[in-house]
């Protein structure tokens, strides 16, 4: 992959897709500068050989329309601090005044658009509107792997544009941690699959079954695996139409020689509140009126023993309804396993979206190998496609 460890930046202008889509709180600041700090290393590189830097991004789903809770000048501030350079914002993207600003950036500074997704031909991937951004630098670097699967036009279709394009070192780092897995992973290799539904994960399962030698499915997802075998699963969350599909996946992953592992016990609770009254109970033997929201104990116990032998892990999806106190345990214990597991010298990788937020509850972020930045694109990449955003830099 060619990076931006390859150019020497003097006297140019690197106009950098990043992934700034931050969360706000209702006082419009940031609550969670991570995606941020992720792409400082690029930022410094290029200001540090001497250049100068125009940075966009999207902020939250504004659908073509100017809202000023979705404005990057929210981000201003904290971008110089964090940065310590001088930085500028153009109050749009694509006007005369943007253009005018980029155009007369001193080397050393930081220039931020506003909001790409506030111009609809962001997302439907315009040319023209691609071609007019494009203006804004010498060398185009894309270090938004969160957004690398969208076929967007600061993803894939403003690349065409320059001679002189590369990844930012936080889009070559989320690549190669994720190679490591599907290229060449050491084994026992174990993936970590859960979330509500079985319809948002079938591809991954299925490619894994090319891949790992253990999935172990936790989550909503695993009680319509459960009902798949014939088990009782009360008011536990369930997809009527994916029970073939759960069928399917148990019997290729039975012919593979994959083994498959779903919670032989849950924690349930009478309805979907923290407050509910719950108790422990086997996963394919819960009662009418009651619905899991966990795993139990010994599901925990068979999980974790599965890891601590693993050599290479991902993790995408938590155990349960972690964001509840009454039924963060299963969420916590895994994060615990995976932790001990990559300390005793498994690879782990945390694959993003609510996986990297429990990572982060429970505090053990710096215990596992390395936490995604990208929940949709590294899913798609396990999925098996091409990213856009990657292909347009490989050419």
Request: some cysteine; aromatic content about 8%.
């Amino acid at each position: 992959m060619k990076t931006v460890e390859s150019i020497n930046f003097k006297d140019k202008k690197a106009l950098i897709r990043v992934d700034f889509n931050v969360p706000l709180n209702d006082h419009l600041e940031i609550t969670d500068d991570s995606r941020m700090m992720a792409a400082l290393p690029t930022i410094e590189k290029i200001l540090n050989d001497g250049g100068a830097v125009v940075l966009i991004s999207h902020l939250g789903r504004p659908k073509g329309e100017h809202a000023d809770r979705f404005s990057m000048k929210h981000l201003v501030e904290h971008l110089s601090k964090i940065t310590k350079r001088t930085v500028h914002f153009a109050p749009d993207c694509i006007d005369d005044n943007a253009m005018s600003i980029s155009s007369t950036l001193p080397m050393g500074d930081i220039l931020l658009l506003e909001n790409l997704r506030f111009h609809s031909e962001e997302t439907s991937g315009d040319v023209a509107f691609a071609k007019r951004l494009a203006e804004h630098g010498d060398v185009y670097v894309n270090d938004a792997f969160g957004t690398a699967h969208r076929a967007h036009a600061s993803t894939s279709v403003i690349a065409q544009f320059f001679d002189e394009k590369c990844f930012g070192y936080l889009m070559a780092k989320e690549v190669e941690n994720a190679q490591k897995l599907m290229k060449n992973p050491e084994r026992p290799f174990t993936a970590i699959v859960g979330g509500a539904k079985v319809s948002d994960k079938i591809l991954i399962i299925q490619n894994l079954l090319n891949i790992a030698d253990h999935i172990i499915i936790g989550g909503g997802m695993a009680y319509t695996f459960k009902k798949a075998m014939g088990g009782d699963i009360g008011n536990s969350l369930f997809e009527e139409e994916r029970v073939d599909t759960c069928k399917e996946i148990l019997a290729e992953a039975d012919k593979r020689g994959v083994q498959i592992h779903l919670p032989v016990d849950s924690v349930v609770a009478d309805q979907f509140s923290n407050d509910a009254s719950s108790s422990t109970s086997d996963s394919d033997q819960i009662g009418a009126g009651w619905m899991g929201l966990d795993i139990g104990p010994r599901a925990i116990e068979e999980f974790s023993e599965v890891l601590n032998a693993s050599k290479t892990i991902l993790w995408n999806g938590p155990m349960g309804v972690f964001e509840m106190s009454s039924f963060e345990n299963g969420t916590k214990s895994i994060a615990q396993a995976v932790a001990n597991a990559t300390k005793a010298g498994a690879f782990s990788l945390i694959g993003g979206g609510d996986s990297s937020a429990a990572v982060k509850k429970f505090g053990y972020t710096n215990s596992v190998s390395y936490v995604s930045t990208g929940g949709g694109a590294l899913l798609e990449y396990f999925e098996g496609k091409i990213l856009p955003g990657i292909a347009a830099i490989e050419g």
